[in-house]
């Protein structure tokens, strides 16, 4: 069984930059779809970053600014945010689904979810 714990939050300036880390344990990263999601107060939970066997992407509210990486040798998934915005002000959370499949947006498409992190961008 996977389990995934985020680790990174915190609060920072508008402009400010930070790393989430989601180290995996119970099983290797290498054969899962991994994505980054975040859900504010009152929002919809929403895709952020995911990579999979063609790749990271991002979506488009944050490319540029957010990139996805993953070590599997460290068993470890990471988003580093860079130039973060107040509106990036959410719980994240990491989640993986088990197979060789491409990106995906939905929450539907991933098994395995960590506690999530809060991050907080304000002045």
């Known amino acids: 069984q996977l389990q995934l714990v985020e680790s990174g939050g915190g609060l920072v300036q508008p402009g400010g930059s930070l790393r989430l880390s989601c180290a995996a344990s119970?099983?290797?990263?290498?054969?899962?779809?991994l994505g980054w999601f975040r859900q504010a107060p009152g929002k919809e939970r929403e895709g952020v970053s995911c990579i999979s066997i063609s790749g990271g992407r991002s979506n488009d509210s944050v490319k540029g600014r957010f990139t996805i990486s993953r070590d599997n040798a460290k068993n470890t998934v990471y988003l580093q945010m860079n130039s973060l915005k107040p509106e990036d002000t959410a719980v994240y959370y990491c989640a993986a689904h088990l197979g060789p499949f491409g990106c995906s947006w939905s929450p539907d498409a991933y098994d395995y979810w960590g506690q999530g992190t809060q991050v907080t961008v304000s002045s």
């Open positions: 119970g099983s290797a990263l290498d054969y899962y779809r």
